[in-house]
């Protein structure tokens, strides 16, 4: 009886060093993750806060939502921004943005490129980002739009900083 109790416990202890733990997962960190850091695709919200610094200078503060999909390292999305631009005169601005950009693990660069309305009258913006995981579902980001009138050049630079909850 005493050999058959050693024989079992060090079978046990062989089988618990070779076979992974599997008691909990947590998230795209750990074990059952994706393997490429945080996880980017879904829906995400959050608040910017920022303005344009040389030229005509203003501030500007506001709200986003959006959703990614990513295909490896490849992240691609769509996100509506509402704000407001505090100017002399101030004005609102709503954008409908397409994204592209690549994941670096917990980071994402990426382009982006829309439409909407700009300082209160129809316009498009052009420019891009970056964004980096905090945790699990909370990111911070920096944005750097060019944004301008249709039929016309690009007049202001928006820089951006802001927080999203990723969902």
């Keep these: 009886?005493?050999?058959?109790?050693?024989?079992?416990?060090?079978?046990?202890?062989?089988?618990?060093?070779?076979?992974?733990?599997?008691a909990q997962d947590y998230g795209p960190y750990g074990y059952g993750g994706t393997g490429y850091g945080f996880d980017w695709?879904?829906?995400?919200?959050g608040v910017y806060g920022?303005?344009?610094?040389?030229?005509?200078?203003?501030?500007?503060?506001?709200?986003?939502?959006?959703?990614?999909?990513?295909?490896?390292?490849?992240?691609?999305?769509?996100?509506?921004q509402l704000g407001a631009d505090f100017a002399a005169s101030p004005s609102l601005d709503a954008l409908i943005l397409g994204k592209g950009g690549m994941s670096f693990g917990q980071a994402l660069a990426y382009a982006t490129a829309g439409t909407g309305l700009v300082s209160g009258s129809m316009g498009y913006a052009l420019g891009g980002g970056v964004e980096y995981g905090m945790t699990d579902y909370l990111t911070v980001r920096g944005e750097a739009l060019g944004t301008g009138k249709w039929g016309?050049?690009?007049?202001?630079?928006?820089?951006?900083?802001?927080?999203?909850?990723h969902l």
Aim: charged share 5%; hydrophobic share 60%.
């Design 50 to 80: 920022g303005g344009v610094p040389l030229g005509t200078t203003s501030a500007s503060a506001g709200i986003f939502t959006g959703v990614n999909v990513a295909i490896d390292s490849a992240v691609f999305g769509v996100e509506a």
């Design 41 to 45: 695709n879904g829906f995400y919200a």
């Design 152 to 165: 016309a050049g690009m007049n202001d630079l928006r820089l951006a900083a802001g927080l999203a909850l």
């Design 1 to 22: 009886m005493w050999a058959a109790t050693r024989i079992a416990a060090v079978v046990v202890a062989a089988a618990g060093l070779t076979f992974p733990a599997a």
